[in-house]
Every structure is written in C-alpha cells, then in structure tokens.
C-alpha cells in the first residue's frame, strides 16, 4: 500500500506561482510513475503530467505545458509540482497518483492509489 499527501495548495493571484509536493509513505516509492490531476468543480478529473519512476521522462498536458514542471526526489519520497503563471482556468483539487508501474501513463485509471487533493484557487 502507498499513502499519498499533498500539500501545498492555496489562493493566489493570476499570474502568480504555487509548489505542490506529495509525499508518499512506504519503500517502493522509487519504483513508481507518479501523476498529477485536477478536477475543476462540475468537470472531470483530467490528466496534467506525469513522471517516470527514475524522473527521466515526463509527459504534459498542453493546457500546462511551459508553465507547469514536474520532479521528484527518490530520497524524499516526495513529488513535486511547480506552476508558473497561473491562470483561473487552473483553479482546481490537485491529486498526485501513484501507478504500480515505472512508466509513464496518463491515463487515470492507469493509476493506483491517489491522494486526498489539494485545492488551488487562482483570482483574476
């Protein structure tokens, strides 16, 4: 089993930047791909990147590409989400998913366990 926490979120302005992190407890963080989703109220929960279980391969959604970066340490156990020029079209809960597999995938169901979210608001 895999735990997952993330943190982070908050109110900020357009244009503005947040961190997310994800923390994930047990050993065998290091040997999974891990996501981030959000779902935006009355829509889907939607792909926004992933990264491979070593980090070097990565996979953006275009609504995020060039402002969004993710990254993880394996020592930390810990993902990262770093957005830059935030719009209010980002406003969202933010999930970080862990998929039992080092590849990437953005597909949600590909996706084992998930945290309970963390809201990001963006004011205009």
């Known amino acids: 089993q895999v735990q997952l926490v993330e943190s982070g979120g908050g109110l900020v302005q357009a244009g503005g930047s947040l961190r997310l992190s994800c923390a994930a407890s047990?050993?065998?963080?290091?040997?999974?791909?891990m996501g981030w989703f959000r779902q935006a109220p009355g829509k889907e929960r939607e792909f926004v990147v992933t990264i491979s279980s070593s980090g070097g391969t990565t996979s953006y959604a275009d609504s995020v590409k060039g402002r969004f970066t993710i990254s993880r340490d394996n020592a930390k156990n810990t993902v990262y989400l770093q957005m830059n020029s935030l719009q209010p079209e980002d406003t969202a809960v933010y999930y970080c998913?862990?998929?039992?597999?080092?590849?990437?995938?953005?597909?949600?169901?590909?996706?084992?366990?998930w945290g309970q979210g963390t809201q990001v608001t963006v004011s205009s």
């Open positions: 998913a862990a998929r039992r597999y080092s590849s990437i995938s953005r597909a949600l169901n590909d996706y084992a366990y």
């Open positions: 047990g050993r065998t963080f290091s040997s999974y791909a």
